[in-house]
């Protein structure tokens, strides 16, 4: 890769350090600008009090959103991978798993009804798509679902159908990777051609948070803890043109006393 370029990604992940830093802090979200491209990211979670050593139930939202400075098709992301803070735990003991080939050609309240025990979260997608009278919006519900494990490891299955120019679903499995230090957790996300190549990803939102009973116990499928007053999340986009925007979101948590 061209120093020019590698001095340029340098300086995408410093920006976006920066700003979410201070989006952190402030409770707002995150700006980042790169030539023609504007990426908005912000997330969230309740409660925001919790222990310091002990692991207790969690609902955490992330939101982010796509564009160009000149109005035209954003150029198309086509990874996504976010670590978890180590004081996050993730739990799918005894929830049921639903298989992407399972969903792979069902619409959003049909999947949502075939695996109804399996869904860990929900949401919403929208892409902007290229024709020839113009651009156009697609969206789309997201139903985030407990996956069947990838090579031994825990998965997730993002599921949505889009109608616009024409129907397309997708199921997408997606590995999650337990990590040592800093992060726990590592979620890569790859993510298909929208439209044949003609549609860009432009927005995602997602709420994620289930509790369930298994084995006689009260369960969450996300847990976390605050020892050191910080939860983080770090997120690396990847798009078509091989621009890469990478950096941390830094959100405060309050330690409860005596726990």
Same mark, same amino acid.
């Given at each position: 890769?061209?120093?020019?370029?590698?001095? &340029?990604? !340098? %300086? @995408?992940?410093?920006?976006? *350090?920066? /700003?979410? +830093?201070?989006?952190?802090?402030?409770? &707002?979200? !995150? %700006? @980042?600008?790169?030539?023609? *491209?504007? /990426?908005? +990211?912000?997330?969230?979670?309740e409660p925001r009090k919790l222990p310091r050593s002990t692991f207790v139930p969690l609902e955490f939202e992330g939101r982010a959103s796509?564009?160009?400075?000149?109005?035209?098709?954003?150029?198309?992301?086509?990874?996504?991978?976010?670590?978890?803070?180590?004081?996050?735990?993730?739990?799918?003991?005894?929830?049921?798993?639903?298989?992407?080939?399972?969903?792979?050609?069902?619409?959003?309240?049909?999947?949502?009804?075939?695996?109804?025990?399996?869904?860990?979260?929900?949401?919403?997608?929208?892409?902007?798509?290229?024709?020839?009278?113009?651009?156009?919006?697609?969206?789309?519900?997201?139903?985030?679902?407990?996956?069947?494990?990838?090579?031994?490891?825990?998965?997730?299955?993002?599921?949505?159908?889009?109608?616009?120019?024409?129907?397309?679903?997708?199921?997408?499995?997606?590995?999650?990777?337990?990590?040592?230090?800093?992060?726990?957790?590592?979620?890569?996300?790859?993510?298909?051609?929208?439209?044949?190549?003609?549609?860009?990803?432009?927005?995602?939102?997602?709420?994620?948070?289930?509790?369930?009973?298994?084995?006689?116990?009260?369960?969450?499928?996300?847990?976390?803890?605050?020892?050191?007053?910080?939860?983080?999340?770090?997120?690396?986009?990847?798009?078509?043109?091989?621009?890469?925007?990478?950096?941390?979101?830094?959100?405060?948590?309050?330690?409860?006393?005596?726990?």
């Amino acid at each position: 890769m061209p120093r020019v370029r590698l001095r &340029r990604l !340098a %300086l @995408v992940a410093a920006a976006l *350090l920066a /700003l979410v +830093a201070a989006a952190g802090a402030s409770g &707002r979200g !995150a %700006l @980042v600008e790169v030539d023609n *491209l504007v /990426l908005r +990211a912000d997330g969230a979670f309740e409660p925001r009090k919790l222990p310091r050593s002990t692991f207790v139930p969690l609902e955490f939202e992330g939101r982010a959103s796509i564009s160009s400075r000149d109005g035209t098709r954003p150029v198309a992301l086509r990874q996504l991978i976010v670590d978890f803070d180590h004081d996050g735990r993730l739990s799918a003991q005894g929830l049921p798993t639903c298989p992407a080939e399972r969903i792979a050609n069902a619409g959003v309240d049909e999947a949502r009804q075939l695996c109804q025990g399996a869904i860990v979260g929900k949401g919403q997608i929208s892409a902007v798509i290229s024709l020839s009278t113009g651009l156009i919006e697609a969206t789309s519900p997201l139903t985030i679902f407990n996956g069947p494990p990838i090579e031994g490891r825990p998965s997730a299955v993002l599921h949505a159908q889009t109608t616009e120019p024409g129907t397309q679903t997708f199921a997408i499995p997606v590995p999650i990777e337990k990590r040592r230090g800093e992060y726990r957790y590592r979620v890569t996300i790859d993510l298909p051609l929208i439209a044949a190549g003609l549609g860009s990803l432009s927005r995602i939102e997602v709420q994620v948070g289930r509790r369930y009973r298994s084995g006689g116990k009260a369960r969450s499928y996300v847990s976390a803890r605050c020892s050191d007053n910080l939860l983080r999340t770090h997120g690396r986009f990847t798009f078509e043109d091989d621009t890469v925007i990478d950096g941390g979101v830094t959100k405060f948590c309050y330690s409860l006393p005596g726990r």
